[in-house]
């Protein structure tokens, strides 16, 4: 959750590379797929996530949002492995993706569907996060829209 947040809180500017004119349920809808589809991918049960996606500004000259989210199980037996699944996923969608092995495999990813994933193997839980893209959108209505249901 702290990784999302600091990715929220670096900021973002809606632009054509980021679908600007996606909605924001579009960018909320496509980093919860990305991350469920990540974790279907893993020999792991026992998905759970941490609340519902968090919308924050991420832009401070205009009216726009980005979605975190994060998502843990118990961890794996086969981390590294786990890892390389998650970095050859990843490429497929577009995103650029770096492996860190030591001490504990993490994949970090930018782009394609989403601004950012990240994917932690330590300690003793696997833990999938990230932000999706920034889009127009009104953080107060969206915050109301998530409370009322």
Excluded at 70 to 79: D, I, L, N, R
Excluded at 105 to 130: E, R
Aim: hydrophobic content about 40%.
């Amino acid at each position: 959750m702290a990784l999302a947040a600091a990715v929220l809180l670096a900021g973002c500017t809606p632009d054509a590379k980021e679908n600007a004119a996606d909605t924001p349920h579009e960018a909320r809808d496509a980093l919860v797929k990305t991350i469920h589809d990540t974790a279907a991918r893993l020999a792991v049960a026992g998905w759970n996530e941490d609340s519902a996606p968090d919308v924050a500004r991420c832009d401070a000259a205009e009216p726009s949002v980005a979605y975190g989210y994060g998502y843990g199980a118990p961890s794996g037996t086969e981390h590294l492995a786990d890892a390389e699944k998650v970095a050859a996923y990843w490429k497929t969608l577009g995103m650029t993706v770096r492996v860190v092995t030591e001490p504990d495999p993490v994949v970090f990813g930018t782009g394609g569907p989403v601004k950012a994933l990240s994917f932690s193997t330590a300690p003793g839980d696997y833990y999938i996060d990230g932000t999706s893209l920034c889009v127009l959108g009104d953080v107060g209505t969206l915050t109301d829209e998530q409370v009322v249901g």
